[in-house]
């Protein structure tokens, strides 16, 4: 999830390619001193910002190509590694392709605050292309699967909100505990309480008891707006982006991407050719949906707190 919120003003200073031209020439100067890069990335040719009230963004062409860096204040380095981790664990399972993340550092400057920043690999994204087969290389993700329990080696954002992942043997204790539980306590220190939440509680609860499912490497944040398609070749590949991953119950992800809008039938066709779901999904699919409205909610207020509610009241 890479939704906008207030831009700090930390980073406001970086908004006019003035001030963002030297931010980008640092950066790039600072990775190639590291050895990240290549020498002949620190000459920058030209760069375009993207619109995005998150954090600044740029796309860059340099000597020696052409690179994504995400920019944001000093405290968001923990973020940027979490996110070059999860990259790298999704690229490691030579199934689904990823922005390969490149280089991850920060850099000072005298006149304005310090910055910590990401570079990816550049890759030129469409919204649609080959569902079917974006659909059967997460099921081949989702086939790598590890013995620790489930959780992750370190905390993972979902959005701005972090996630509890330690490891825990019991997928009912974790899902409930780690993932549900904490978003409802954080909506009631901010004064929001959810209607239903303790019954709703129980019954997901009820729901996924007994429920013991390999822990799948997850992308953890699977709407539309994190997948894309490469359109530079006969039949576009598909590409994941903005991850918040972890290992648990590969149902998560397919219920992630059937709540703002199901991805095209192919998606799910793909999927179901290489992991046929259980017929137990349906029961279990609002109870994985409920964490994204909750954290949704926590984030933004409004109507999803509603959505949240009613979906408690369904359960």
């Known amino acids: 999830m890479n939704h906008a919120f207030a831009i ?79 990259l790298l664990r999704m690229m490691a399972t030579q199934t689904m392709a990823a922005c390969a993340p490149l280089a991850m550092g920060s850099v000072k400057r005298a006149d304005i605050q310090p910055m910590s920043y990401l570079i990816l690999q550049h890759i030129p994204l469409a919204v649609h292309g080959d569902w079917f087969s974006a659909g059967q290389q997460l099921a081949q993700m989702h086939h790598h699967i590890t013995d620790k329990g489930y959780g992750f080696e370190r905390m993972t954002w979902c959005g701005e909100t972090p996630q509890d992942n330690r490891w825990q043997e019991n997928w009912r204790e974790f899902f409930i505990n780690q993932r549900l539980q904490p978003l409802l ?73 059937e709540l703002f809008g199901r991805f095209p039938k192919k998606f799910y066709d793909g999927y179901d050719s290489v992991n046929q779901l259980s017929a137990d999904y349906e029961k279990r699919r609002p109870v994985y949906q409920l964490y994204h409205l909750l954290n949704h909610a926590l984030l933004f207020g409004g109507s999803y707190i509603a959505q949240a509610e009613a979906l408690m009241a369904k359960l």
């Open 8 to 86: 700090d003003e930390q980073v406001s200073g970086y908004q006019d390619d003035h001030t963002a031209q030297p931010l980008l020439s640092d950066i790039l100067a600072d990775a190639v001193s590291n050895r990240l890069l290549f020498p002949s990335a620190a000459e920058l040719r030209g760069f375009s910002r993207h619109q995005h009230k998150h954090q600044l963004q740029f796309s860059v062409q340099t000597a020696a190509g052409a690179f994504f860096i995400k920019c944001q204040e000093l405290a968001y380095l923990p973020r940027f590694a979490a996110e070059q981790e999860c």
């Open 185 to 257: 306590t954080q909506l009631l220190d901010r004064g929001i309480r959810i209607a239903h939440s303790q019954k709703a509680l129980q019954r997901a609860s009820e729901i996924l008891a007994n429920h013991q499912p390999d822990a799948s490497l997850l992308h953890g944040d699977l709407w539309s707006g994190n997948i894309g398609f490469n359109p530079d070749r006969h039949l576009s590949y598909p590409v994941l982006f903005d991850p918040a991953s972890y290992y648990g119950d590969a149902e998560t992800d397919l219920a992630m991407t």
